[in-house]
């Protein structure tokens, strides 16, 4: 599969102050077995209409979990290669050409509301169509400023060819913004659930083992203060947290593993 590098380096560098050095981390990478898109062989499965995020690559845990605050510059997605035939399916079957963007999540830490999942930011949407049978990489016009703990997601607003369903084990599992009696079977396939709306909460209900989502996401993070400062930062935001949880004591108001198949 050819792979487009779409160049980061100059945005990398215009996001860092001056005399920093970038620790860029490529998210999502070094799953173990690597995974592809069996497209064009049967199943040729894409994924559709959908926000979602990989829970664990083979032997990678939490792939797309930020460990602490920083900034996503760039992401890629590994597509199959398509015949015209089943291009045509799919674009008459979801209404477009095949289309990708990058979402960032906060999940929710409340009890027995886990899965409920926050819209804080989103890429521009990328046409995927010259790409089909290659890996791009896109750089963002403007990086996405993500917190400790955010989930980096792809979403799918009409359908893209990014899913590796065939010879995975079931620690290959993604988690997708559908409700939990429409995560699709056989050939009922899931109505369309793309989260686009920001500051929109979606309760992600429908998990897909034995499958992966092939997409990374290139991550930079904050540079660690060496003055002791982080540390008074994270006593300030305990404190706060804290107050917060007081006042609310009080009272206070506050089809095919998650995939369309061609036939």
């Not at 898109?37 to 209409?49: G, R």
């Not at 920083?70 to 997605?77: H, Q």
């Not at 015209?84 to 963007?101: A, H, L, Y």
């Not at 913004?177 to 989260?195: H, I, N, T, W």
């Amino acid at each position: 599969m050819k792979r487009y590098l779409i160049p980061v380096l100059a945005l990398v560098a215009l996001a860092l102050p001056s005399g920093a050095q970038a620790r860029v981390i490529e998210l999502g990478a070094g799953g173990s077995p690597p995974g592809a898109s069996n497209c064009p062989d049967d199943p040729c499965v894409a994924a559709y209409q959908v926000t979602a995020y990989q829970g664990r690559a083979g032997t990678l845990k939490n792939p797309f979990v930020v460990p602490r605050a920083g900034s996503i510059v760039a992401f890629s997605v590994s597509l199959g290669k398509l015949t015209p035939t089943q291009i045509e399916f799919f674009n008459g079957r979801f209404g477009e050409d095949p289309q990708v963007r990058l979402s960032i999540l906060r999940r929710s830490t409340r009890k027995g509301r886990k899965g409920n999942h926050r819209l804080m930011r989103q890429s521009e949407v990328y046409d995927v169509t010259r790409f089909l049978g290659s890996t791009p990489t896109f750089a963002l016009d403007e990086p996405l400023r993500v917190g400790k703990d955010a989930r980096v997601a792809i979403t799918v607003p009409t359908w893209a060819p990014l899913l590796d369903t065939v010879s995975l084990a079931r620690s290959d599992w993604w988690r997708a913004s559908r409700a939990e009696d429409e995560c699709g079977k056989d050939d009922e396939l899931s109505p369309p659930s793309v989260q686009d709306e920001v500051g929109e909460i979606v309760d992600y209900q429908c998990t897909y083992f034995n499958s992966r989502l092939l997409y990374t996401a290139t991550y930079i993070p904050d540079p660690k203060p060496t003055d002791g400062s982080d540390k008074t930062e994270k006593q300030a935001q305990g404190a706060k947290a804290a107050a917060v949880a007081n006042d609310a004591a009080r009272g206070a108001a506050t089809a095919v593993r998650g995939g369309a198949a061609a036939p």
